[in-house]
């Protein structure tokens, strides 16, 4: 088994490569294991001997919640920590979060918190949480309407990554993690920005060995930043890329309309527009990433939607920011900078983009 290292702020988190089978060992000290509804249906058909192994012969321990956001919130959170309690986990209880983000950002909140902080594994389903969700210590739940409104940096111990987990998951789901792909190729990965352009059609096969690349190199853009800024005082800002347009998007439309990846997608594709308009991205950068996102067919005009209802959904994300919002622009690849910028301009940009 392959396995990197990263040391996120004095702790090792380790990224296993594996395999289904390695993903699904546990130690003796039986685990227990967080998944949702979908993931528990797909995976038990899908790869019966390996899931069977763990799951169904150790049902005991075993919790399942719905699938989708809403089991970010309390309920589900004390749902695991209740479960813990029952079966009589102490403080050396290891949780192993099996799905998608959700699953992952669940599991690693309650590890977080029970009995002030337990072990936790993440095995992550989806590419979303393999190249993002899942690794890089933020854990995050959703309150009083808002998404990732409380949470926790706690790094898992390990994240084990299959990527043939990916077999399963719905097309939707996967252009949703390769915008995230693209996110960090543009961050700082020129290898992986000519994969992307160069193997369209093996990427979208998802050819296995094509996926392990994407996969192992996205985590390693991301690995960079975190190591450097865990607890994001400075440069995690930049994983943001995309992302301030890509949430206001997302909160106007209603969550689900636009995927996370389609709505960062277009968010990335408006980080590149306003940059021009300020007169800091390279116009030339500025159309390869235009010609990359429409080569993997993201919407990147949001018809129909509200300039100025996007710009108030920003305003209200700015509370969680202490009052200011702040743009990831990119000069041009690997050059990227977070500022404010001025009302009308964002409101242009918004303009253009509808
Ligand atoms: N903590 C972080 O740093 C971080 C970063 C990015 C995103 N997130 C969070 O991640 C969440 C989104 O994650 P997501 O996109 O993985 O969504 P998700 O967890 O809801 O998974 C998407 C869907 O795919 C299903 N699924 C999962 N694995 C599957 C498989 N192998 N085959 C078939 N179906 C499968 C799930 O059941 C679900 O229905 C959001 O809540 C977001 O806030 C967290």
Same mark, same amino acid.
């Given at each position: 088994?392959? /396995? ?10 380790? $990224?296993? @490569? ?25 995976? !038990? !058909? ?20 719905? !699938?989708?956001?809403?089991?970010? #919130? ?56 393999? =190249?993002?969700?899942? @690794?890089?210590?933020? %854990? ?16 898992? #111990? ?22 995230? =792909? ?17 193997? /369209? ?11 392990? #690349? ?28 995309? /992302?301030?347009?890509?949430? +206001?998007?997302? +909160?106007? %439309?209603? @969550?689900?309309?636009?995927? /996370? ?30 010609? $990359?996102?429409?080569? &993997?067919? &993201? ?8 300039? +100025?209802?996007?710009? #108030? ?22 050059? %990227? ?18």
């Amino acid at each position: 088994m392959e /396995h990197l290292d990263f040391n996120l702020a004095g702790k090792t988190s380790r $990224v296993v @490569f594996t395999d289904i089978a390695g993903c699904l060992e546990v130690p003796e000290d039986l685990p227990l294991v967080v998944t949702d509804q979908n993931v528990y249906d797909v995976l !038990s !058909s899908s790869f019966d001997q390996a899931y069977r192994g763990l799951v169904v012969n150790r049902g005991a321990y075993l919790y399942r919640v719905a !699938s989708g956001e809403k089991a970010k #919130e309390w309920q589900s959170i004390a749902g695991v920590l209740q479960r813990g309690f029952d079966i009589g986990l102490g403080r050396d209880a290891l949780f192993i979060g099996l799905g998608g983000g959700v699953v992952t950002d669940l599991t690693a909140f309650a590890a977080s918190v029970y009995m002030r902080g337990c072990r936790v594994i993440l095995v992550p389903t989806t590419l979303l949480a393999m =190249v993002d969700a899942a @690794f890089g210590g933020k %854990t995050g739940m959703n309150f009083g309407g808002y998404k990732n409104m409380v949470g926790t940096f706690y790094p898992a #111990e390990e994240v084990r990554i299959a990527p043939e987990f990916l077999r399963t998951l719905p097309e939707s789901e996967y252009r949703s993690g390769l915008a995230e =792909v693209i996110k960090s190729a543009l961050l700082d990965d020129p290898q992986l920005l000519e994969i992307l352009e160069d193997r /369209h059609d093996q990427v979208m096969a998802r050819n296995p060995g094509v996926l392990d #690349e994407l996969v192992r190199r996205s985590i390693a853009v991301k690995g960079r930043i975190v190591e450097a800024d865990l607890t994001e005082t400075g440069i995690r800002a930049y994983l943001n890329l995309g /992302h301030t347009f890509g949430h +206001a998007l997302e +909160a106007v %439309t209603g @969550f689900g309309t636009w995927t /996370h990846g389609e709505a960062v997608a277009w968010g990335i594709q408006r980080a590149m527009r306003l940059g021009i308009l300020l007169g800091v991205t390279d116009e030339q950068y500025a159309r390869r990433v235009e010609d $990359v996102l429409n080569r &993997y067919g &993201y919407r990147l005009a949001a018809r129909g939607v509200d300039p +100025a209802a996007l710009f #108030e959904a920003m305003k209200q994300d700015k509370k969680k920011q202490s009052g200011t919002v702040r743009f990831v622009l990119q000069r041009r690849l690997a050059k %990227t900078m977070v500022q404010p910028v001025p009302d009308p301009v964002v409101m242009q940009c918004l303009r253009e983009g509808c």
